[in-house]
């Protein structure tokens, strides 16, 4: 799944606080060329899954 955002942030530096500070690994968008967003796997368990986007959240939170 891809999601946009709207931080004053760039995805690869997004992916990267989020690694480090919250232990989440995600895909920037940057990658694929698309600026602001990210690519998110969810193939792993589901409770972990919503584990990670709930981690994810607290730092997005923060950014805004």
Not at 31 to 55: A, C, M, N, P
């Amino acid at each position: 799944m891809y999601c946009k955002y709207n931080l004053p942030i760039k995805s690869t530096e997004l992916i990267e606080r989020l690694r480090i500070e919250r232990s989440v690994l995600l895909v920037p968008g940057d990658q694929f060329g698309l600026g602001r967003g990210i690519r998110i796997s969810y193939g792993h368990d589901v409770w972990e899954t919503i584990k990670g986007l709930d981690r994810t959240d607290v730092l997005i939170y923060t950014l805004k």
